[in-house]
């Protein structure tokens, strides 16, 4: 994530089309995209439409200051990008990679007030992306994996392939893992064991069985959330979010059983003021 207030170029950015390519996620382990966000209305009224940062290409920002200082990303999504248009550009091929069986990691990282939680959740009060054009990297996710896994038992029913996911809610804050989905519990541990790896113990798990059922876990988590006024932002997340869905699957083929499970993790990292 990148913020784009400063005190350069007043003129309007240009405009950058993101191509979706899901070969690009599958020849690389990890991706970095930038987001740019708008100007807010603050930000403005105090300086006008001047600007910190200019995007040279769709890989490529320079910050505008002395000297200029030019990056390379994977990715940069200019400000004018739907949220409907990232997801199908980052969020498509992170739920193919899931339904293939792998772990997979979204987080969003970056000052406070650049746009983060707009990112991953966004407006998730008022529906799913098929009338809320505001909601975010989450909620898309969800909905587009259990329509992949309606398609895929449709497919293959004669392999008997069946599906279970459950969703966990966690936040760190104060250096302490707390449960979203029971806010009674709190100071959880974070424990190692052969059988399933990193995990953090005694920590809620609900079974969902479609996108509805994991949006309201992840509403009802997210008013459990930390949030304190900062200088950028009157509302401002104040702790690290994880919202993880682990996805099995079974089925059967020439006789033999088949089990494949992974983890989907979005992340939704404090801001920083720095």
């Given amino acids: 994530m990148l913020s784009d207030g400063g005190d350069d170029d ?3 950015p240009a405009r950058f089309e993101l191509q ?7 020849d690389n382990n990890v991706q970095v995209v930038i987001r740019v966000r708008p100007l807010s209305s603050s930000e403005i009224s105090i300086q006008g439409n001047k600007r910190c940062v200019r995007q040279d290409n769709g890989q490529s ?3 505008t200051g002395h000297p200029e200082s030019r990056f390379t990303f994977d990715l940069v999504a200019d400000e004018h990008i739907t949220q409907e248009s990232l997801f199908k550009v980052a969020g498509v091929p992170m739920v193919e990679n899931c339904m293939a069986g ?10 406070t007030g650049s746009g983060k939680t ?3 959740l966004g407006d998730i009060e008022n529906g799913t992306r098929r009338n809320n054009e505001h909601c975010g990297m989450t909620p898309r996710v969800f909905e587009h994996l259990f329509l992949r896994i309606q398609k895929e038992k449709e497919i293959r029913g004669d392999e008997k392939l069946s599906f279970t996911c459950k969703c966990s809610f966690l936040e760190i804050y104060n250096e302490q893992i707390l449960d979203l989905l029971n806010p009674n519990a709190t100071n959880l541990q974070l424990r190692e064991d052969v059988k399933r790896g990193m995990h953090v113990e005694n920590l809620t798990e609900h079974e969902v069985s479609n ?6 876990q992840l509403i009802e988590g997210a008013a459990n959330r930390k949030v304190a006024s900062t200088n950028m932002n009157r509302a401002s997340s104040r702790s690290h979010s994880v919202f993880t869905c682990l996805i099995e699957s079974k089925w ?3 006789g033999i059983k088949h089990h494949r499970f992974s983890h989907l993790n979005l992340v939704d990292l404090a801001g920083s003021e720095r």
């Avoid at 979706?20 to 599958?26: G, N, Q, T, V």
């Avoid at 792998?102 to 000052?111: H, K, L, P, R, T």
């Avoid at 996108?211 to 309201?216: G, H, I, L, P, V």
């Fill in 10 to 12: 007043s003129s309007a």
């Fill in 20 to 26: 979706e390519d899901p070969s690009f996620w599958k």
């Fill in 61 to 63: 920002i320079t910050w």
């Fill in 102 to 111: 792998y772990n997979s990691c979204m987080f969003a990282y970056g000052q």
């Fill in 118 to 120: 707009h990112t991953m």
């Fill in 211 to 216: 996108a509805r059922e994991a949006m309201q």
């Fill in 252 to 254: 059967e083929s020439q």
